[in-house]
């Protein structure tokens, strides 16, 4: 009953224990409340209980009823740490029990052997119990049994195995009241999806888990041990951070086992690692070592280690000794049959060149490698890695380019099975390193052409191809309401000076509650998306009336190069270091910030001067190359808030932004839609009210208006769904910690990227005349996730957006000048040229003019 219904079944042994029991009764009791505290309460207590529950087991003079207590106190001595006397526990049980008793013992004993890493060991045992349950028509127990063999074949990297067995024991399961049990098995099907490589299904598992487990009020340390280790897959490592430290804390508050905190902290110091915090995960691998030693779990000491090792080189550190670790571990880990050890062998390898033993090297990625021939994905990753280090190594450039060809199409294919463009862009952190070894490997054979095409096999992959659409889940929509409503009272609240804390803490929750939902969906894009033709590339940029120029921003080792593409060819110049760069697009962002208030007229020189120094850095010898005609700029991640109209070449130029040349090209071939309808809308708080909206009406006659209270999100998705140009004069706040969730404040709420990705066709233009509309994260390898990216995918083929706060009034001729280019037909980089050289001269109606930017190609 302790797991069907924890809370019941607690009330009951100690009711029993208060109406002076028989021994034989006692001994149950304190056994439930032994296995109740054991697993959601306090191990020493567990162990009080257990140990009453044996001496009043001795006294109804019970062999079986002994034996059966003595499998359970084993179990709680080997999580309180005490593995010793938990073994000798379970050697006592089994020589006790007899028959099914035994059988149960030997089930438990299997489960323990497991904990500690003894796979082998942990089979035999199960092997024996299973047969003894089914004879004794033992579902209950049946099931458990084929759970933990199906966990210790993961384990062992046997997905196959695993899944029938999981399968078998899920059909036992339905015909009992075992909800506690049916959660587990719920989250073992999660870590099997996991294992398989399906990491939304394995997402959408784990949490309906620990919905279950809320409703029994059980918590499961296990469930969050397995969820890091999935967000972690998913490029989410300082959320799987968070969720491990809120673990150990709330493990720590009721005094739990000892064998799962050290297991949440292998969990941390790994997505501490991930999330380039090495110190921190040096701090959480140590303890976890010793915690694992102490407990005699050298599977585990193994695994924490090799988290060590690797976080000691991250903090620049190598040495002859930390290679003898790192193939110490490689070669226990292989001896385990652990997963692991090819990637331990990576790291021996990598630890190895550094130090320019290339002997040794290649005698440890030569084991890495072979990794890449089978297996889930990230194991066919390490081996590419470790091909692609060997193959620069020999000096072999094919060899370079081969290996990260086919270890970023192992990604590509992973990668496409996450519907969410969030995931998507945070997994292409895993193939940083083969996309940077195959540009240097470009650079230095390939020449400017393949240069280019390496590097945009890895930059704003996300665009490639549209993120799957959400389904219409009832839950998903429902939260987005709540979350409209809850956040448009927190604000209200905040401009009053008011702000409700219980109204900002639910917002967070839903917010939580929607990125989860989200992670949930699945991929449906075959393949990895497309990939950039260069020749076609060549002929777009001069089909115009006027031969254009794409200038793609390459980043290597720190250094920018500028690669320059028309006129048929592409070529190469060299430019300035990327972090003299960004400090100087501060800089810059700093000036027009304080130029969008009236007063600081003394701060234009100093941005004009910093504009200067930003095109040495940016477009160095490239600049006299640059023709006449459009420019398209396609800058890594890092510079996205770069306000490239500032730059002197650039400044009275027809000029575009945009993430990648292919989402260029991809937008510069996307057909408007038929019909050519115009929304307007215009949310509230402005400061002019969207003073152009009502002129723009009058420009367009039939256009579609949304003004103050008609401007409510469903009816404003509803009209953007196709439309052939949208203007949103609505205010931006753009979200760092979760972009996803940035928005334009419509009457009932705000309008999120999440909504935006609901809709079947984006407007083909759309113009947010707002502050901060064009501000993106940069996440992953090179990925960029805002309002932006989020519309290109989706049908839109050009934008106009604002990188930087913008004064209000100012913006309104702007926009104004701007339509009035698009009414006579030119595209929005050339409307929004002749906008700005329209505007008055001051610095004020400048900075405005600058803080907006063409992104795309309509």
């Known amino acids: 009953m302790v797991f069907a219904d924890p809370r019941q079944a607690l009330a009951r042994a100690e009711s029993v224990l208060r109406a002076d029991p028989s021994p034989l009764h006692a001994s149950v009791a304190h056994q439930v409340i032994g296995i109740w505290q054991r697993d959601f309460g306090d191990i020493r207590s567990a162990l009080d209980h257990l140990r009453r529950a044996r001496e009043h087991a001795a006294r109804a003079g019970s062999a079986d009823r002994e034996a059966d207590v003595l499998g359970t106190l084993g179990v709680a001595l080997v999580h309180a740490g005490r593995t010793r006397q938990g073994l000798t526990a379970f050697e006592q049980g089994v020589a006790r029990g007899g028959g099914h008793t035994r059988a149960r013992v030997l089930y438990r004993r299997a489960y323990v052997w497991w904990v500690l890493g003894h796979h082998p060991e942990a089979l035999e045992d199960v092997r024996r119990a299973i047969p003894v349950l089914r004879q004794a028509e033992d579902v209950i127990w049946t099931a458990r049994a084929l759970t933990l063999r199906a966990t210790v074949h993961l384990a062992l990297g046997a997905v196959d195995r695993a899944d029938a067995d999981f399968t078998a024991a899920e059909r036992l399961w339905e015909t009992t009241g075992q909800e506690h049990d049916k959660a587990d098995a719920v989250e073992s099907r999660g870590l099997a999806a996991f294992r398989s490589g399906d990491i939304p299904a394995a997402l959408r598992l784990l949490d309906e888990a620990e919905g279950r487990y809320a409703k029994l009020g059980t918590p499961s340390f296990m469930l969050y041990i397995r969820r890091c280790e999935v967000l972690m897959a998913a490029g989410l490592a300082p959320e799987a951070l968070a969720e491990a430290d809120a673990a150990i804390a709330a493990l720590d508050r009721i005094g739990g086992q000892s064998t799962r905190k050290a297991e949440l902290l292998l969990a941390a110091a790994r997505a501490a690692r991930s999330a380039g915090d090495p110190h921190t995960a040096i701090a959480r691998a140590a303890v976890a070592v010793r915690l694992f030693a102490g407990q005699r779990r050298t599977w585990w000491e193994t695994h924490a280690r090799l988290v060590l090792i690797e976080a000691r080189r991250a903090t620049g550190r190598s040495s002859g000794r930390l290679v003898a670790d790192a193939a110490a571990v490689a070669e226990r880990l292989a001896s385990f049959g652990a997963p692991a050890a090819p990637e331990a062998a990576l790291l021996a390898g990598r630890i190895a060149l550094d130090l320019g033993w290339t002997e040794d090297a290649e005698r440890h990625l030569a084991v890495a490698a072979r990794s890449r021939l089978g297996g889930p994905p990230p194991a066919r990753m390490t081996g590419w890695a470790a091909q692609a280090l060997r193959a620069r190594a020999a000096g072999s450039v094919r060899g370079v380019l081969e290996a990260c060809r086919r270890g970023l199409d192992v990604l590509d294919d992973h990668r496409m099975t996450l519907g969410a463009s969030e995931l998507r862009a945070r997994a292409t952190a895993q193939g940083a390193e083969l996309a940077a070894l195959a540009q240097q490997a470009a650079l230095a054979r390939g020449g400017p052409r393949r240069l280019l095409e390496w590097s945009e096999r890895w930059r704003a992959t996300v665009l490639s191809a549209p993120p799957t659409r959400p389904p219409a889940d009832p839950v998903l929509l429902g939260a987005l309401t709540a979350f409209r409503e809850i956040a448009a009272r927190a604000e209200a609240a905040r401009m ?12 967070r929750r839903l917010e939580r509650e929607i990125r989860s939902r989200t992670h949930h969906t699945r991929g449906d894009a075959p393949g990895g998306g497309s990939r950039l033709d260069t020749s076609r590339l060549l002929a777009r940029l001069g089909d115009g009336r006027a031969d254009s120029r794409l200038v793609e921003l390459a980043v290597l080792d720190g250094r920018v190069h500028v690669l320059l593409c ?21 800089h810059v962002q700093a000036g027009l910030r304080r130029l969008a208030h009236p007063g600081a007229e003394g701060r234009l020189p100093l941005v004009e001067a910093a504009g200067l120094r930003l095109e040495r850095l940016l477009l160095g010898g490239a600049v006299p190359y640059l023709g006449s005609g459009p420019i398209v700029v396609v800058p890594p991640g890092a510079l996205h808030r770069v306000p490239w109209a500032l730059l002197p070449s650039l400044r009275d130029r027809v000029l575009s932004v945009s993430p990648s040349a292919g989402s260029w090209l991809r937008a510069r071939e996307t057909e408007p839609p038929q019909g050519g309808r115009h929304v307007l809308v215009r949310g509230p708080g402005l400061a002019t009210g969207g003073a152009e909206v009502p002129e723009l009406a009058d420009r367009y006659g039939t256009a579609t208006v949304l003004s103050y209270d008609d401007a409510q999100v469903p009816r404003v998705l509803e009209e953007l769904d196709g439309a052939a140009l949208a203007h949103i004069a609505a205010h931006g706040t753009f979200r760092a910690d979760s972009p996803l969730f940035s928005s334009l404040r419509m009457a009932d709420g705000p309008l999120i990227v999440h909504d935006f990705e609901r809709l079947t066709r984006s407007p083909y233009r759309i113009i947010l005349s707002s502050c901060d509309t064009a501000r993106l994260a940069s996440v992953g390898a090179d990925e960029l996730l805002g309002l932006v990216t989020a519309l290109l995918p989706l049908g839109t083929a050009g934008v106009v957006a604002s990188s930087a706060p913008v004064n209000d009034a100012a913006v309104v001729p702007l926009m104004l000048a701007l339509h009035k280019g ?22 004020l109606h400048q900075a405005t003019g600058w803080a907006f930017a063409a992104f795309g190609a309509a």
């Open 822 to 843: 698009l009414d006579a037909g030119l595209s929005l980089a050339e409307a929004l040229r002749d906008a700005r050289d329209a505007l008055p001269g001051d610095p």
């Open 496 to 507: 009053d000076g008011h702000p409700v804390p219980a109204l900002e803490r639910e917002q």
């Open 566 to 586: 028309g006129q048929g060819r592409v070529r190469r110049f060299e430019g300035g270091a990327l972090a003299d760069a960004v400090a100087e697009a501060e």
